[in-house]
């Protein structure tokens, strides 16, 4: 049995009629049931034979429960996350989440077993975590105004900041992310409070500021996550701003996607927490308030949407963290305290009859 929820989508389409593809894009609305059964099947193109076969890209037929794969996070006493800001997954799928709840970074596998935990003796309240080239962590700490670093086995290497709002001084820092471009490699701290991105070497000295309190193109109001592409540029979830801003590594202001007045329409954001890059330079947002990640292209366009509120597979509450991993996308689920995961790489070829019963999928019978 498919897992979809009932909805109704507009999806892009192309045929593939007896013989000759037409590669034409082409728009039909499908309504499915909450068993998902497809109920109705509206296309624009005559019936074309017996049997039509559309081959979908998968984030345009992605909806709040498509291609979910599993959730972790949530069961077992000691391998579950209280109320976790953001994460970090590497190529082979483990993850480190900042466990706001229980004062750690929580360890899981590619298939969401716990592992273990480190930073119980040092964090108050992590929101964020980074690795750098050589596997040391680096984690930002909300209440104690500091980023810490531990190296690739969780032991403790050093401590930065403190209250303030001077160089090396933090109010409430909410997410870090290392970029190593054009020879450096730096750690980039979002410092919500102080309006700004401050970032630092792996030794902990100060290198630069980003930003400053504002709403013009470089300024922010209190930064809520930061990401970074294959390039090295960074870019900033500016929450207040309900925007999204790139960077390059040296602050250089790049591009801004979104903005102010916060909205739910496409490519319009309620508070967006977090930001993650793919290799083509497509942007996803974890978009917090409105409870769903939204995927843009490089240039900021806007690509396809999912998610809604509820704590079913696939729904968010208030998702304020976003990864990206050999071709599943990880979805911090902040008030729902788990973290899901969805694939990103299928290609679905799914076959209706003419009067719209789904009879096939991926060339298995589908009943």
């Known amino acids: 049995m498919s897992c979809w929820a009932a909805h109704a989508k507009l999806w892009k389409i192309k045929t593939v009629k007896t013989g000759t593809p037409d590669t034409t894009l082409q728009q039909a609305n499908h309504t499915w049931d909450a068993g998902g059964n497809l109920t109705k099947r509206e296309d624009l193109l005559p019936a074309q034979a017996e049997t039509e076969t559309f081959a979908y890209d998968f984030l345009d037929r992605l909806t709040s429960e498509t291609n979910f794969l599993f ?7 000691s391998s579950t996350v209280s109320t976790p800001w953001h994460a970090e997954t590497n190529s082979s799928g483990n993850t480190w989440v900042a466990d706001w709840g229980n004062y750690r970074i929580a360890e899981y596998t590619s298939t969401g077993q716990f592992v273990g935990s480190f930073g119980e003796q040092q964090l108050g309240s992590p929101t964020g975590v980074t690795r750098d080239g050589d596997g040391n962590f680096y984690v930002s700490d909300f209440w104690n105004d ?25 109010k409430h820092p909410a997410d870090v992310v290392f970029i190593s471009s054009n020879n450096n490699a730096y750690i980039y701290v979002a410092d ?29 109001k209190y930064p809520g996550g930061v990401g970074r592409d294959v390039q090295g540029n960074l870019y900033v979830a500016d929450t207040v701003n309900q925007r999204i801003q790139k ?7 790049l591009a801004t996607f979104g903005g102010p007045p916060a909205g739910s329409g496409d490519g319009q954001f309620s508070a967006p927490r977090d930001v ?34 509820g704590s079913n597979p ?12 050999s071709g599943r996308i990880y979805v911090v689920d902040y008030n729902n305290s788990r973290l899901q995961t969805f694939d990103l790489s299928t290609t679905t070829a ?5 009067v719209g019963n789904m009879t096939s999928r991926d060339g298995l019978a589908y009943t």
């Open 146 to 170: 500091k980023i810490y670093k531990f190296t690739s086995t969780g032991n403790f290497a050093w401590e930065k900041g403190g209250y303030g709002s001077g160089n090396e001084q933090f």
């Open 247 to 253: 960077f390059t590594s040296d602050g250089t202001h």
């Open 192 to 220: 919500q409070y102080n309006s700004r991105v401050q970032y630092f070497d792996t030794s902990g000295n100060y290198v630069g500021t980003i930003g400053g309190f504002g709403s013009a193109n470089g300024q922010m």
């Open 350 to 354: 799914w076959s209706y009859n003419p």
């Open 276 to 309: 993650a890059v793919d290799s083509s330079g497509n942007i996803f947002v974890a978009d917090t308030g409105n409870h769903r990640i939204q995927k843009l292209s490089p240039t900021g366009v806007f690509i396809t949407k999912w998610g809604a509120q």
């Open 71 to 77: 959730k972790f996070g949530d069961t077992g006493p």
């Open 314 to 325: 696939g729904q968010f509450d208030s998702p304020y963290g976003v990864n990206l991993a």
